[in-house]
């Protein structure tokens, strides 16, 4: 198994990122700020309401095994991670207060993601169980960073202001993808058949939870039924049909590859677009202009 000290002679640095601005306080935010689309807009605001909670409780999965951590460069990945997950919360929170004020439920929202991954999951299931569903929850979020990030397509057609959130968002989740992993493999000792039911569970936890909240989120924007029928048509066939966002290869063989007994996150490599993206926000410390650069892949 790859250890912390040869990821870190291949692979990014984990580096925690504050204080970013992303001008999301900015009135002149279209509602639709994805193609001008309801339904990618939706898709990835709905995925947004999930990030504060969900940070925490990520947080708290790899919390449980810290104190057993005793190599000192995974002990730093862990600290590193966390601060990267809390400034996610924090960023999203700040954005989800936008969604707030469309009449978005938000805080109702959130109290039902408390109650499932807190009062429930955390409460009833083991520790191992929990971290299992950390570590398969952040595979799946390294998918659709790939997917997303390594073509100018979504950057193209999204707003920069949140293109530039969503870039920033993917590249630090790209740093860290391996860390829930190698504390669950080499710390907590997951076994295989807990490792999969936890990518079971997050595969279909993950698009239930966000075409609920979705179709909140038409109702909201004043949808009609047929309106809504014929967005999650269109919709449905951009992420499962032919050639779709979830059917093309690139896409089934990452997700697959996590059944493999040899699986590791790192397998996959870096996001091609890290560099391009790095260089600029390393040059002008503008994360709007960094997420720009994807443009060029």
Request: proline share 4%; net charge positive.
């Amino acid at each position: 198994m790859t250890t912390s000290h040869q990821r870190q002679a291949h692979n990014p640095q984990i580096i925690p990122r504050e204080k970013l601005d992303f001008h999301l306080n900015d009135q002149d935010i279209p509602r639709y700020w994805w193609d001008k689309s309801a339904f990618k807009t939706r898709f990835a605001d709905a995925m947004s309401t999930t990030f504060p909670v969900g940070e925490r409780f990520f947080i708290s999965c790899v919390r449980d095994y810290r104190e057993r951590v005793t190599d000192p460069a995974l002990q730093q990945e862990i600290k590193d991670f966390i601060r990267q997950e809390g400034q996610h919360g924090m960023v999203h929170d700040l954005f989800n207060g936008r969604l707030k004020e469309q009449g978005v439920a938000v805080g109702a929202l959130e109290r039902i993601y408390k109650y499932w991954l807190f009062d429930f999951f955390r409460k009833y299931a083991s520790r191992k169980h929990t971290l299992a569903f950390t570590a398969a929850a952040e595979h799946m979020t390294a998918i659709m960073v790939h997917l997303l990030f390594d073509t100018p397509e979504m950057i193209e057609q999204a707003d920069p202001r949140l293109a530039g959130m969503y870039a920033w968002h993917a590249m630090e989740e790209m740093e860290h993808k391996a860390v829930a992993f190698d504390v669950m493999q080499k710390v907590a000792k997951v076994g295989y058949g807990m490792r999969i039911l936890a990518f079971i569970e997050i595969s279909v936890f993950f698009p239930l939870a966000t075409f609920l909240v979705m179709d909140h989120m038409f109702k909201v924007d004043g949808m009609s039924r047929w309106q809504r029928a014929k967005a999650w048509t269109k919709g449905l066939w951009w992420l499962y049909g032919i050639g779709g966002l979830f059917t093309k290869p690139s896409f089934l063989g990452h997700y697959l590859a996590y059944l493999k007994p040899g699986f590791h996150p790192w397998q996959a490599g870096e996001l091609g677009t890290y560099k391009l993206w790095l260089a600029e926000l390393e040059r002008s410390g503008d994360p709007i202009a960094a997420g720009q650069t994807l443009r060029m892949a």
